[in-house]
């Protein structure tokens, strides 16, 4: 008798920075989701497609639920929070805190009432003892009734692989819903975009708020060698932002564009000349057209 193949889609669900877009990355087995020790670095909801035999598992990983303060923040609050009663799983991620916090009872609550199935995943136990897992484990299952329970480490890999293959036992049989290869369905301008924000939120970690955001300006292959040119552009909030991003004489915005470079010419699989410009744009996660030239729809 033939084994049905079986498909469908997983949303990762959880505070913000609890390690989602870092599993992601570990399960789709390439970086399809930028990251960083800081909450709300994911804004979008990026799709990652994870390929095995007998299987395929399309991966959401959504914005961290959190309180908005902005209309970004409603709209990545929104983004999390919507169609996931249409998901064949969700994947509850939380840190091993032993105590739930009141994020965790918010999300908890929201995803008791739908109809998929709901797993949780204790993330990060790379970095606490066995009594303090269990502990956590104990503390969550007060919470809410949950189909399994899976402590992992998404940064070393300890039980992704069982994870996965737990999924894949878990989904309805159904068709493969993307070819072969093919690991996102994201636009190469929004990946490319997002690998430059990311070295702009690890070079400047705490000192630049929020209000960062990258625009594909142009993109043009050489067609006789193998080079890409890309010119972006950085926004910021504040004119005085600009400096935190140039630096003195040039000298952050120089580190930012050559690790920003290094990141796409992985991706693209040529060399890279990149121009990157900075310029301030005041209260742009306020404006709805901006939001919308970002990509977002508020």
């Known amino acids: 008798m033939t084994t049905p193949y079986r498909s469908g889609f997983v949303a990762l669900v959880g505070r913000p920075n609890v390690g989602k877009s870092t599993l992601l990355n570990r399960l789709v ?22 390929h095995r035999d007998g299987f395929q598992a399309v991966f959401l990983d959504n914005p961290g639920i959190h309180r908005p303060t902005h209309t970004l923040n409603r709209i990545m609050v929104r983004t999390a929070l919507d169609g996931l009663g249409e998901m064949d799983l969700l994947l509850f991620m939380v840190e091993p ?33 066995r009594g303090d897992l269990l502990a956590t484990i104990d503390a969550f299952k007060d919470l809410a009734t949950f189909d399994e329970v899976f402590p992992i480490s998404a940064h070393t890999g300890d039980n992704v692989d069982a994870l996965l293959h737990a999924v894949g ?3 309805p049989e159904g068709p493969e819903y993307f070819p072969e290869g093919m690991v996102t369905d994201l636009p190469e301008d929004f990946v490319l975009a997002e690998l430059i924000r990311e070295q702009v939120i690890r070079r400047l970690r705490e000192e630049l708020p929020y209000g960062v955001a990258v625009r594909l300006d142009h993109l043009e292959e050489e067609a006789d060698r193998p080079l890409t040119r890309i010119t972006a552009t950085i926004f910021v909030e504040r004119e005085n932002h600009k400096g935190m991003v140039i630096g003195a004489k040039g000298s952050v915005l120089k580190a930012i564009g050559t690790e920003a470079r290094h990141a796409i010419e992985r991706v693209l699989g040529t060399a890279v000349f ?3 410009r900075v310029t301030a744009s005041p209260n742009w996660r306020n404006e709805v057209g901006r939001l919308r030239a970002f990509g977002f729809e508020p």
């Open 29 to 50: 087995g390439r970086k399809v989701a930028i990251t960083a020790n800081r909450p709300q670095t994911t804004r979008n909801r990026i799709t990652g497609v994870c």
């Open 97 to 129: 805190d032993r105590t739930p916090g009141g994020g965790d009872r918010y999300i908890a609550e929201a995803l008791s009432g739908l109809a998929p199935p709901v797993w949780l995943l204790v993330n990060k136990i790379d970095t606490v003892s």
């Open 169 to 171: 036992r878990r989904l």
């Open 274 to 276: 990149l121009d990157l």
